[in-house]
Nanobody, 129 residues
Framework: QVQLAESGGGLVQTGGSLRLSCEAS????????IGWFRQAPGKEREGIGC????????YYADSVKGRFTISRDHAKNTLYLQMNALKPEDTAVYYC??????????????????????WGQGTQVTVGS
């Protein structure tokens, strides 16, 4: 059974850092394209980062490029999202998701949440001004 569980959210001041974790069970992270998404109140879910199948490629949305970094620990089957220089507009619920549809290593279309069929429960990140 494919399961994802996010953790590491919390309250941080502007300019601070947080590291989110996405622990996978029931499958290997290498076998799926994994995306990070966020959703702020009243806004659509936004794709902010992705690691394609077998970790071939990493992608970031312009809104987080240079501030957020995706990494992973193979031994723990866990993906991380290191978030630095946080801004109030980064406040959202953050999700990791796995796609059984994006099977190529380029993960074309990764920003579209509709391609992702397995989701974690989300973790809240709040950035105070």
């Amino acid at each position: 059974q494919v399961q994802l569980a996010e953790s590491g959210g919390g309250l941080v001041q502007t300019g601070g850092s947080l590291r989110l974790s996405c622990e996978a069970s029931g499958f290997s992270l290498d076998d799926y394209t994994i995306g990070w998404f966020r959703q702020a109140p009243g806004k659509e879910r936004e794709g902010i980062g992705c690691v394609s199948k077998i970790g071939a490629n990493l992608y970031y949305a312009d809104s987080v490029k240079g501030r957020f970094t995706i990494s992973r620990d193979h031994a723990k089957n866990t993906l991380y999202l290191q978030m630095n220089a946080l801004k109030p507009e980064d406040t959202a619920v953050y999700y990791c998701a796995a796609s059984s549809y994006l099977t190529d290593t380029y993960a074309i279309g990764w920003t579209d949440s509709g391609w992702f069929d397995y989701w974690g429960q989300g973790t809240q990140v709040t950035v105070g001004s």
